[in-house]
């Protein structure tokens, strides 16, 4: 009977081996799988980032379009323009409602494309259409006056929301809303 305990044993001590063999393989493979899966978010992060500064670089470049517009708008009305009367762009698509809040057509539901199409095919009421930057032709601005008191009873010609939307290359657009009074 000993020899049979001793077998038992030696059996036993044969499949605890074989079993730490199997569980440093699983460990091993739980491992290279994290590993891989550490790598493949390092890469995806490293490819990622020049597309994401890029797109920074051009929203930024834009938005100083978008500024210059205003600059030049403001200089053409200080020049140009006693009150903001008959200047008003009005109109989207040829249908009125474009400075009225209540009206489907308001210019702050509709988006810059949209605008900036309709600008493209209507000369109602610019000052600016689709002014090229100087250092990059791709880069324009284009600025208009609304009408802040469309509705009111008693027409205010001597303010306004003066817009200038500018847009760059991969459909980048900065809408910039200034508040004009006369003095």
């Not at 036993?12 to 460990?27: P, Y």
Request: net charge negative; aromatic share 10%.
């Amino acid at each position: 009977m000993k020899q049979d305990k001793r077998i038992s044993a030696k059996s036993f001590l044969d499949g605890a081996v074989s079993r730490e063999r199997g569980v440093a393989l699983i460990v091993v493979i739980l491992v290279l799988a994290f590993m891989f899966t550490v790598g493949l978010a390092l890469f995806s992060v490293t490819r990622t980032g020049p597309t994401v500064s890029g797109n920074m670089r051009w929203h930024q470049t834009v938005f100083n379009a978008a500024e210059a517009g205003v600059d030049s708008a403001l200089r053409y009305i200080n020049e140009n323009m006693a009150d903001f009367y008959g200047q008003y762009r009005t109109t989207f698509g040829g249908s009125p409602g474009f400075d009225d809040p209540a009206n489907l057509n308001y210019f702050r539901r509709l988006t810059d494309q949209q605008i900036l199409a309709d600008i493209k095919t209507s000369a109602d009421n610019y000052i600016y259409s689709f002014v090229a930057m100087p250092y990059d032709n791709d880069i324009t601005y284009s600025a208009f006056l609304i009408d802040n008191n469309v509705g009111s009873p008693t027409p205010d010609h001597t303010d306004a929301i003066l817009v200038c939307i500018a847009q760059g290359p991969q459909n980048t657009t900065v809408r910039l809303e200034v508040t004009l009074a006369v003095q």
